[in-house]
T-cell receptor, first 113, second 110 residues
Framework: DARVTQTPRHKVTEMGQEVTMRCQPILGHNTVFWYRQTMMQGLELLAY????????DSGMPKDRFSAEMPDATLATLKIQPSEPRDSAVYFC???????????FGPGTRLLVL | GQQLNQSPQSMFIQEGEDVSMNCTSSSIFNTWLWYKQDPGEGPVLLIALYKAGELTSNGRLTAQFGITRKDSFLNISASIPSDVGIYFCAGHLSGYALNFGKGTSLLVTP
């Protein structure tokens, strides 16, 4: 049963610290997406990749967020420095085609104190 | 992206009842997707619809792609406690991004 995996599942950190979230997309999927979910804003698309190339990161705060795909089996989302307003659930999703179907990971629950 | 309006925002029903929820948009889509999110988990894809007028079932779930391509409906028959969660619709027109609704929160009492 192929699934998207994310680590860590939970992260508590202090303001100013660097946070790195990792995602392993489903093998064979060539599109990878990062989302942020909050009660107020719902699901927000932060960035996405196709064949490891970043296609759009317009949803990300550029000054502190960065997303990369070092290889086809790993996507990372970094926040440096973190701020309390970054507290949210961060989801990675992958898809086999042009984004018509996306399969979500379990999320990383981030709390910045 | 296009604004998706999901309704109702929340539902509180008794086990065994049927459930209906819908999603509307001011713009057309080529694909409609329905996801369910359990507490503490990521959204899980339930049904994907690719053609206007399409009616697709997945167990007790049935979803339809509206003829106008601006709406979609999800029905759950004979609800059970494990149907509890948040149901999201998502629309896709072109490119890679999905537009998500705000979700319908479903509570089922035994």
């Amino acid at each position: 049963d192929a699934r998207v995996t994310q680590t860590p599942r939970h992260k508590v950190t202090e303001m100013g610290q660097e946070v790195t979230m990792r995602c392993q997309p489903i093998l064979g999927h060539n599109t990878v997406f990062w989302y942020r979910q909050t009660m107020m804003q719902g699901l927000e698309l932060l960035a996405y990749f196709r064949n490891r190339a970043p296609l759009d990161d317009s949803g990300m705060p550029k000054d502190r967020f960065s997303a990369e795909m070092p290889d086809a089996t790993l996507a990372t989302l970094k926040i440096q420095p973190s701020e309390p307003r970054d507290s949210a659930v961060y989801f990675c999703a992958s898809g086999p085609d042009r984004g018509q179907t996306q399969y979500f990971g379990p999320g990383t629950r981030l709390l910045v104190l | 992206g296009q604004q998706l309006n999901q309704s109702p925002q929340s539902m509180f029903i008794q086990e065994g009842e049927d459930v209906s929820m819908n999603c509307t948009s001011s713009s057309i889509f080529n694909t409609w997707l329905w996801y369910k999110q359990d507490p503490g988990e990521g959204p899980v894809l339930l049904i994907a619809l690719y053609k206007a007028g399409e009616l697709t079932s997945n167990g007790r779930l049935t979803a339809q792609f509206g003829i106008t391509r601006k709406d979609s409906f999800l029905n759950i028959s004979a609800s059970i406690p494990s149907d509890v969660g948040i149901y999201f619709c998502a629309g896709h027109l072109s490119g890679y991004a999905l537009n998500f609704g705000k979700g319908t929160s479903l509570l089922v009492t035994p």
